[in-house]
Nanobody
Framework: QVQLVESGGGVVQVGGSLRLSCAAS????????MGWFRQAPGKEREFVVAITRSGGSTYYADSVKGRFTISRDNANNMVYLQMRSLKPEDTAVYYC?????????????????WGRGTQVTVSS
């Protein structure tokens, strides 16, 4: 399994931006598709976005399309989530996840490894 560590969370005002980072350990990072999920208090963990192993394809939840952008740097074992036009409903703990599978990226059960999360709070 790959070890994942998220960073970049914080408090931001409505309409602001944040960039989350996820650092992965191991030599086989390019073998993993990567995803971001989030969990707000009292709610289930939900899919945000995923990117394939090569970075050639990305998949977004409707709620973040046009506002969030995922990218990855396989040379440096990093994946990023650029978040713009943030809304109060984006407030959650954001988790980075990795999977060797090539399907059902929207499903948290697809993922083998998870980070511990980073808190994002959007204040109005």
């Amino acid at each position: 399994q790959v070890q994942l560590v998220e960073s970049g969370g914080g408090v931001v005002q409505v309409g602001g931006s944040l960039r989350l980072s996820c650092a992965a350990s191991g030599r086989t990072f390019s073998s993993y598709a990567m995803g971001w999920f989030r969990q707000a208090p009292g709610k289930e963990r939900e899919f945000v976005v995923a990117i394939t192993r090569s970075g050639g394809s990305t998949y977004y939840a409707d709620s973040v399309k046009g506002r969030f952008t995922i990218s990855r740097d396989n040379a440096n074992n990093m994946v990023y989530l650029q978040m713009r036009s943030l809304k109060p409903e984006d407030t959650a703990v954001y988790y980075c996840a990795a999977t060797t599978k090539t399907y059902y990226y929207w499903n948290s059960r697809t993922y083998d490894s998870w980070g511990r999360g980073t808190q994002v709070t959007v204040s109005s």
